[in-house]
């Protein structure tokens, strides 16, 4: 018994100890649905992966996005982890709030495919993307200081 709890322990002590990405670092392929429900994809073409994990980073990058003089670059990409969320607000409340927004965001509704990004509730994260190659990682918290990371 002592041997199963060790082997259990030891698992979940792993499992904590994976980091989240940094330069250098290679990004896998991402695919989930958008708000719309249409296909959402980090693929290798993308140049520009902006990240949320929170309510506030989402609304640095949404204050950031509908300033652009145009729409978002097609090499840029937006995903949201909307796992902590409430499935019922999210469906009901967050989700058609989303659809009025001129962008695609792609929802990781299960925390999953976006657990390695590094990012918290409070801040919004820029990654630079070179392939899928992590060039560069930024964590900012205002809508112009997200800007500047994508000169």
């Not at 958008?34 to 949320?52: K, P, R, Y």
């Not at 990058?61 to 937006?78: C, K, T, V």
Request: glycine share 8%; aromatic share 6%.
């Amino acid at each position: 018994m002592k041997a199963l709890i060790l082997a259990v322990g030891v698992l979940f002590s792993a499992a904590s100890l994976a980091s989240s990405l940094t330069t250098g670092d290679r990004i896998e392929a991402i695919t989930l649905a958008d708000q719309h429900q249409a296909v959402w994809e980090l693929n290798s073409n993308t140049q520009v992966l902006l990240f949320s994990r929170g309510m506030k980073g989402g609304e640095i990058i949404q204050e950031a996005l509908e300033s652009l003089e145009g729409p978002m670059p097609g090499n840029w990409r937006y995903v949201a982890d909307i796992s902590g969320m409430p499935s019922l607000i999210a469906k009901f409340v967050a989700i058609p709030k989303m659809q009025d927004l001129n962008f695609a965001i792609g929802l990781d509704q299960e925390g999953e495919a976006t657990h390695l990004l590094p990012g918290d509730k409070e801040t919004a994260t820029v990654i630079t993307l070179e392939g899928f190659k992590v060039i560069k990682v930024v964590s900012v918290d205002s809508a112009k200081a997200l800007l500047e990371a994508v000169k």
